[in-house]
T-cell receptor, first 113, second 112 residues
Framework: EPEVTQTPSHQVTQMGQEVILRCVPI?????FYWYRQILGQKVEFLVS????????KSEIFDDQFSVERPDGSNFTLKIRSTKLEDSAMYFC???????????FGQGTRLTVV | SQQGEEDPQALSIQEGENATMNCSYK?????LQWYRQNSGRGLVHLIL?????REKHSGRLRVTLDTSKKSSSLLITASRAADTASYFC????????????FGAGTTVTVRA
């Protein structure tokens, strides 16, 4: 069964360092998302991406964040200069159509030290 | 805010019993999706129910939607230890720019 895959599963980084979280969405999907979940808290929307551009972003998604779809398969989230409060589980999701079933990856646990 | 809010926050049941959890939301939606999350793991899609549907089944899962009350319920029948997880509802709406809004979840523990 097709699935969304994310790498790495766990990343530890020093404060101030750049990180890139990678995602391979389901192959025929057109809508891509990043969400995050701070430990013990709700899943929060970060950004949505469609037709090679950001369609919506939250207040969390400030200038330190960027997304890219560098080729036909990968979808990346970059955090330029990580802060302690960026520590969270980051989830990539994709769906074939807006308002369709959204499938999530297993997540990348980011720990900023 | 569009966010769904689950109730109860936590639920502990015996294996074989049914588990019911509820989700309430504030504004009109196009659909509502339920997810399961095992501790520290990814979100597994369980079921999507559209705003013009009242009930949907998938295996041991039964989801209802009452748009007049802005609420949904998820019933897991004949629960198993493997059903131990957190369950989240997520609302989906054109008015919310097509982004899913998640509630805080219900943590279900199934005792053997």
């Amino acid at each position: 069964e097709p699935e969304v895959t994310q790498t790495p599963s766990h990343q530890v980084t020093q404060m101030g360092q750049e990180v890139i979280l990678r995602c391979v969405p389901i192959s025929n999907h057109l809508y891509f998302y990043w969400y995050r979940q701070i430990l013990g808290q709700k899943v929060e929307f970060l950004v949505s991406f469609y037709n090679n551009e950001i369609s919506e972003k939250s207040e969390i998604f400030d200038d330190q964040f960027s997304v890219e779809r560098p080729d036909g398969s990968n979808f990346t989230l970059k955090i330029r200069s990580t802060k302690l409060e960026d520590s969270a589980m980051y989830f990539c999701a994709s769906r074939w159509q807006d308002l369709g079933e959204a499938f999530f990856g297993q997540g990348t646990r980011l720990t900023v030290v | 805010s569009q966010q769904g809010e689950e109730d109860p926050q936590a639920l502990s049941i015996q294996e074989g019993e049914n588990a019911t959890m509820n989700c309430s939301y504030k504004t009109s939606i196009n659909n509502l999706q339920w997810y399961r999350q095992n501790s520290g793991r990814g979100l597994v899609h369980l079921i999507l129910i559209r705003s013009n549907e009242r009930e949907k089944h998938s295996g041991r899962l039964r989801v209802t939607l009452d748009t007049s009350k802005k609420s949904s319920s998820l019933l897991i029948t004949a629960s198993r230890a493997a059903d131990t997880a957190s369950y989240f509802c997520a609302t989906d709406a054109r008015s919310n720019d097509y982004k899913l809004s998640f509630g805080a979840g219900t943590t279900v523990t199934v005792r053997a």
